[in-house]
């Protein structure tokens, strides 16, 4: 998608994409090297690619990507959230079997004298 682009980075300048892989990108920056990046994150932050066209497609990438991260996180939280409630109930319906028998062998210990 952005394979051979170029694009700005406010420290390393201009660049060009080199590779291309799965949530991340590599930039081949005049006199300093290869980056990498997460795709399509760091053009949130640190790259801005010179086509705006992309660019835009890039940012709704991002946007799409910490929407679905957070519904993800969302679900999660819940999850814990009913399994925690869940662990409360069987403590206290412990608790609660427990009491029963302390009544029950004081009520026999009672009958007993």
Do not use: W
């Amino acid at each position: 998608m952005v394979l051979g682009e170029v694009v700005e980075h406010k420290k390393y300048k201009t660049g060009v994409i080199v590779k291309e892989e799965v949530g991340k990108v590599e930039v081949e920056f005049d006199g300093i090297g290869t980056k990498r990046f997460q795709f399509p994150e760091a053009f949130c932050k640190y790259l801005k690619l010179k086509d705006p066209v992309l660019q835009n497609k890039c940012l709704r990438l991002a946007e799409e990507k910490k929407k679905r991260l957070e519904a993800e996180a969302e679900k999660l939280r819940l999850e814990r959230e009913k399994q925690e409630e869940e662990r409360q109930q069987e403590l206290l319906r412990e608790k609660q079997e427990e009491l029963k028998r302390r009544r029950a062998a004081r009520a026999r210990a009672k009958k007993s004298k």
